[in-house]
């Protein structure tokens, strides 16, 4: 049995970061089936974890929405304590457009004994929802890239844009901004496109890697000049913008108040549309080197005060386990 389990059904990197740094054992239950047979088949493995193991402290992600729900109404059978890890789907459901989903948020949010969150307007959401929330952002991922990368063979610079082909992601004017800047970059688009992207008529400069082994995909990162990751949401800090600082790579990052507050070096910000990425593309390649030194700093920087919260939230922890 394991005092400590996180649950989740999808496989996600702060999951596995997270749940290795509180120590807690990360069961990710992944089904095959859709609609109602996939939520039958996670929530029947996810009772048998339970039963199994029977942890005094009980760590979800949301979304699931259905996950986070679930782990509420069997708190009082299994008389665990609940931490749910939000993140910002997990907060505004459906994109805040479904009544119904804000009102089943708002009930997680208020019946989990603490909310996980990445930043302190998300922790002001909890707050207003009358929940307990706790400011963690993720940890750097302990990336194992090969010290000898496959260098692509090229005469542009090499920007990777980290891309997951989501609504909040402004991707048709990131390649627009790379059509007009064809003679000094190569770009490289990650993640599996839909259909209508398979259909584009693009330049040579623009490869869309389509999904990549994990091992692919670090390689692809490591051999960059740099990285891009862009969302349009106001209060996200993506994924990618962690690895591309694990990884010491200079970023074009979303001019958004958190991430400028987070991300505050090694960094060029740029609005989510054609012209805005491509004066900050210009502004980034004119100094690689002064950049890659910056998130160096930024790493050291983050690292230390990421062991701080970790420090604070077992704290915490401890007193709920009383």
């Known amino acids: 049995m394991a005092s400590r389990i996180w649950l989740t059904w999808e496989i996600q990197r702060r999951n596995r970061t997270l749940s290795k740094k509180l120590d807690a054992t990360l069961y990710e239950l992944i089904s095959k089936k859709k609609g109602l047979a996939r939520y039958a088949e996670l929530i029947v493995k996810s009772y048998q974890v339970l039963i199994n193991e029977k ?7 949301n979304p699931s929405l259905v996950l986070a729900l679930w782990a509420v109404l069997n708190r009082p059978f ?14 505004y459901p459906a994109e805040g457009k479904s009544a119904l989903l804000a009102l089943v948020a708002s009930f997680v949010i208020r019946f989990a004994d603490i909310t996980l969150v990445t930043n302190a ?18 940890p750097l991922p302990d990336l ?9 063979a090229r005469t542009k610079a090499a920007l990777t844009y980290v891309c997951t082909w989501a609504n909040d992601e402004p991707t048709r004017d990131v390649m627009d901004a790379a059509r007009k800047l064809g ?42 000049d740099a990285l891009m990751v862009l969302t349009t949401r106001e209060n996200c800090l993506n994924c990618g913008a962690y690895e591309g600082v694990a990884l010491e790579k200079p970023m074009i990052l979303s001019d958004t108040q958190v991430i400028r507050a987070y991300f505050n070096t090694g960094v060029v910000y740029s609005q989510a549309h054609r012209q805005a990425i ?7 390649l004119a100094d690689l080197a002064g950049k890659q030194q910056q998130v160096s700093t930024l790493k050291v920087n983050l690292g230390a005060d990421w062991v701080l919260k970790h420090q604070d939230l077992e704290a915490t922890l401890a007193a709920l386990s009383q």
């Open 55 to 61: 942890p005094r402290l009980l760590f979800v992600q």
């Open 78 to 91: 299994f008389s665990y304590r609940l931490i749910v890890d939000a993140h910002n789907a997990g907060l």
């Open 121 to 138: 307007p998300l922790a002001l959401v909890v707050i207003n929802k009358k929940g307990r929330p706790f400011v963690l952002p993720d």
């Open 144 to 152: 194992l890239p090969d010290p000898a990368p496959k260098h692509r």
């Open 183 to 224: 003679d000094v970059l190569t770009l490289y688009i990650t993640g599996r496109p839909p259909s209508w992207a398979n259909t584009l008529d693009l330049p040579a400069n623009i490869v869309l890697t389509g999904f990549l082994s994990e091992a692919d995909y670090l390689d692809l990162l490591q051999s960059s």
């Open 278 to 284: 491509v004066s900050a593309i210009q502004t980034l």
